[in-house]
């Protein structure tokens, strides 16, 4: 609705109106292709949304309708099975005239099923009807349906002052395109194909006539083809289609470690993340890649796609390999402004919708991002570390070796050893690390901090890097680099202490403004400078604790901002809110301390929330409201979910408290002080693949330990289990 569109300051906030807000739906995802829906399977039914079927960053399918004898049917029940594979939905005729007597059909006599897949750029459909009286029903069904092409910026809230044409709809015997051609000269087709040739078809609405046997089924078919100019998808039929998903499903299944525990609730909170990793991960040319979230970042992200891998990469080390190729194949080779490149710069976020590829937005190929290039030097050590995998990390290290000088030739703007960011771009982003939100980076007083800004966690971020990029260089026989590169790190863990700790506060400053200045704000940010272990261990108690704090923790997680900030705001976007992803890296962080005492309290936390949420999934964040009894967390109206870092939170965690690390050259696993969360007595893990094998362990809680028992080894290797 024109109403909904609101002008405001940071052109790319996402808009959240009360049509959109509070609305129960699903999600399917497949590569490029995502669906977002109500529960009856409808798109649009409450008016205009963010509901729709999206290829490629531009909408598809803006409405899509169900109509029993010109009546909405009525709900009994929906849901998206465990793995995401397919949504079903349970309906039944309403009370409805038919007829020219006036005469009623009685609601609950038509079964209706409705079952979808996505899969290779087609939405593909199954309705099937059944009778439940002795009689012949006449019944007709309608389909109403739009295709607007929106992009999903348009979508998000952002005005065009142009757009392309609506095309003439094509209509055949059993099906109808709908087309656009956008000021790209790209055509794109919606295209919907029935299994059997309707009584009706015209721009817009469909209908079938069916005179509906007694107690026997009648099925019906529909396939929803995302169709460009040089992408034609082929027809296929419902069951075949189906039988390639589930196959490559049970592959993707069969890839990686599995968990199970003591806590059934802990168990689902598990396997409905594991499935929506599976769904938001995405081949690319390079390997798999995870999606960032679904509906407004589904694209490959450079910070989401490197923190996912690591994340996960104790139990997958697949999808670190895919991610690290990825992302060296797309680094920047040379300055473009307007993409806020510098040669060696790692990948912001990439798209290719229409505004995209216009520039109206500049994130066709977009490296605004501070954080995203020394966090790829680390997955790429982490991932050495993980797998022993030297061939590719050879050739990977050309990449890491560019990364590294744009750290200290580019990324240190003024040469005073601290990574920095300043936009160059006049329509990028102002904020270029994690909380890239307009007012982010504050001041006690709350003036905004202006640029070239250095955020504390971001040096913890290059403190590591170097640090694994030296193990890097030892493995490869480069000694003299390994040694610069430590004594580089050194240099900063000092330079930092000294201008980021504030004694008063007991807290390390939010960043260095660009005149040098502490923003003397407690924010979660001081948290990931733990994950980097960039922190002096007695200063890194002291943040720990604060974090933990009656102020920080708000039952729910560790808030993004202390309430007695003057921005805090709980409602907010990074002032405020809980980040699932933002507190695994901080239990990271304390497990890496030895904070045993503390690992627990945001696994917890994150665990109780997971337990209220809709289908188990922790969206990308939350309200930051203090926890309160009978109630869960408070939803922010625009999070993405599912999200990818938000469902790897859980491994995290896991890791975060078992504390596996992996040798390949000495072929040896090895266990350190593993612990568990008081609400597990046990956790099995399964079909852990090593470099020299593979193992399936049993962790078990004790009174004063952990028990950790091979249950299965498969290779000659050492297992080393250190208390």
């Given at each position: 609705m024109e109403d909904d569109l609101i002008q405001l300051q940071d052109q790319f906030y996402i808009l959240a109106t009360a049509s959109?807000?509070?609305?129960?739906?699903?999600?399917?995802?497949?590569?490029?292709?995502?669906?977002?829906f109500d529960l009856y399977g409808d798109i649009g039914s409450l008016g205009p949304g963010e509901q729709g079927l999206y290829h490629e960053g531009t909408r598809y399918l803006s409405r899509f309708r169900l109509r029993l004898n010109d009546r909405r049917p009525l709900l009994l029940s929906?849901?998206?099975?465990?793995?995401?594979?397919?949504?079903?939905?349970?309906?039944?005729?309403?009370?409805?005239?038919?007829?020219?007597?006036?005469?009623?059909?009685?609601?609950?006599?038509?079964?209706?099923?409705?079952?979808?897949?996505?899969?290779?750029?087609?939405?593909?459909?199954?309705?099937?009807?059944?009778?439940?009286?002795?009689?012949?029903?006449?019944?007709?069904?309608?389909?109403?349906?739009?295709?607007?092409?929106a992009d999903i910026f348009e979508v998000r809230g952002t005005r065009r002052e142009q757009r392309g044409t609506l095309l003439e709809p094509q209509i055949g015997r059993d099906g109808i395109r709908l087309g656009y051609r956008g000021l790209d000269e790209e055509a794109r087709w919606t295209a919907l194909e029935w299994s059997e040739r309707p009584a009706q078809i015209a721009a817009g609405i469909t209908r079938f006539e069916y005179d509906l046997p007694p107690q026997a089924p009648v099925s019906l078919e529909l396939a929803?083809?995302?169709?460009?100019?040089?992408?034609?998808?082929?027809?296929?039929?419902?069951?075949?289609?189906?039988?390639?998903?589930?196959?490559?499903?049970?592959?993707?299944?069969?890839?990686?470690?599995?968990?199970?525990?003591?806590?059934?609730?802990?168990?689902?909170?598990?396997?409905?993340?594991?499935?929506?990793?599976?769904?938001?991960?995405?081949?690319?040319?390079?390997?798999?890649?995870?999606?960032?979230?679904?509906?407004?970042?589904?694209?490959?992200?450079?910070?989401?796609?490197?923190?996912t891998a690591l994340q996960l990469l104790w139990v997958n080390p697949r999808l670190a390999r895919g991610v690290l190729a990825y992302l060296a194949a797309t680094q920047a080779d040379a300055f473009n402004a307007d993409q806020d490149a510098e040669p060696g710069k790692i990948l912001h976020e990439t798209r290719a919708s229409e505004m995209a590829r216009l520039g109206e937005v500049p994130f066709g190929r977009y490296y605004g991002s501070v954080d995203a290039t020394p966090l790829f030097v680390i997955l790429a050590g982490a991932y050495f570390q993980r797998t022993g995998d030297r061939v590719f990390i050879a050739t990977l290290w050309p990449h890491v070796e560019r990364a590294l000088e744009w750290i200290d030739r580019h990324g240190d703007r003024d040469g005073d050893g601290f990574i920095e960011y300043a936009r160059r771009s006049s329509t990028g982003l102002v904020h270029q690390g994690w909380k890239d939100s307009q007012d982010s980076v504050f001041h006690a007083d709350g003036s905004l901090a202006e640029a070239p800004i250095a955020l504390c966690e971001v040096q913890g971020y290059v403190y590591e890097a170097k640090l694994q990029a030296a193990c890097i260089a030892d493995a490869l026989g480069d000694d003299t680099r390994a040694e610069r590169l430590r004594h580089g790190a050194e240099q900063l863990r000092a330079a930092f202490e000294d201008k980021f700790w504030c004694?008063?506060?007991?807290?390390?400053?939010?960043?260095?403004?660009?005149?040098?200045?502490?923003?003397?704000?407690?924010?979660?940010?001081?948290?990931?400078?733990?994950?980097?272990?960039?922190?002096?261990?007695?200063?890194?108690?002291?943040?720990?604790?604060?974090?933990?704090?009656?102020?920080?923790?708000?039952?729910?997680?560790?808030?993004?901002?202390a309430p007695t900030e003057s921005r805090y705001n709980p409602m907010s976007y990074h002032n405020g809110s809980v980040w699932p992803h933002d507190n695994g890296m901080i239990a990271a962080g304390f497990s890496r301390?030895?904070?045993?005492?503390?690992?627990?309290?945001?696994?917890?936390?994150?665990?109780?929330?997971?337990?209220?949420?809709?289908?188990?999934?922790?969206?990308?964040?939350?309200?930051?409201?203090?926890?309160?009894?009978?109630?869960?967390?408070?939803?922010?109206?625009?999070?993405?979910?599912?999200?990818?870092?938000?469902?790897?939170?859980?491994?995290?965690?896991?890791?975060?408290?078992?504390?596996?690390?992996?040798?390949?050259?000495?072929?040896?696993?090895?266990?350190?002080?593993?612990?568990?969360?008081?609400?597990?007595?046990?956790?099995?893990?399964?079909?852990?693949?090593?470099?020299?094998?593979?193992?399936?362990?049993?962790?078990?809680?004790?009174?004063?330990?952990?028990?950790?028992?091979?249950?299965?080894?498969?290779?000659?290797?050492?297992v080393r289990v250190i208390k």
């Open positions: 959109r807000a509070g609305d129960r739906s699903a999600v399917l995802q497949h590569g490029d292709t995502f669906a977002l929906a849901r998206v099975k465990d793995d995401n594979e397919l949504f079903g939905a349970d309906l039944t005729n309403p009370d409805t005239p038919f007829g020219q007597d006036g005469a009623i059909l009685p609601r609950d006599i038509v079964h209706l099923f409705r079952a979808r897949f996505l899969w290779d750029g087609a939405w593909d459909k199954r309705i099937r009807w059944w009778n439940n009286v002795r009689s012949m029903e006449r019944v007709t069904q309608t389909f109403d349906y739009q295709a607007d092409f929803i083809r995302c169709e460009r100019t040089e992408r034609r998808v082929a027809p296929r039929a419902y069951e075949p289609a189906l039988g390639d998903a589930l196959a490559a499903l049970e592959r993707a299944r069969s890839q990686s470690a599995s968990i199970e525990t003591s806590s059934e609730r802990f168990n689902q909170w598990i396997r409905r993340s594991a499935a929506d990793l599976r769904m938001l991960i995405s081949d690319t040319p390079y390997g798999e890649y995870p999606y960032a979230g679904v509906p407004w970042f589904s694209t490959p992200f450079g910070r989401d796609g490197i923190i004694e008063d506060l007991g807290f390390y400053a939010l960043a260095l403004d660009g005149k040098k200045h502490a923003c003397r704000v407690r924010a979660s940010n001081a948290g990931q400078c733990l994950f980097g272990a960039i922190a002096a261990p007695e200063r890194a108690r002291r943040v720990a604790d604060a974090l933990i704090g009656q102020e920080m923790f708000s039952g729910w997680g560790v808030r993004t901002l301390y030895g904070f045993d005492d503390l690992v627990v309290a945001p696994f917890a936390a994150l665990f109780d929330a997971s337990v209220v949420m809709q289908s188990h999934r922790l969206p990308e964040l939350f309200c930051g409201f203090h926890r309160r009894v009978g109630d869960g967390p408070t939803l922010y109206p625009v999070a993405c979910s599912p999200q990818a870092w938000a469902s790897g939170v859980v491994f995290q965690l896991v890791q975060a408290c078992l504390r596996l690390s992996v040798d390949a050259d000495r072929q040896r696993l090895s266990i350190h002080r593993s612990i568990l969360p008081p609400f597990l007595t046990y956790l099995r893990l399964l079909n852990l693949d090593l470099p020299f094998g593979s193992i399936d362990l049993l962790f078990e809680q004790h009174p004063l330990d952990v028990s950790v028992t091979v249950l299965r080894k498969v290779g000659d290797f050492e």
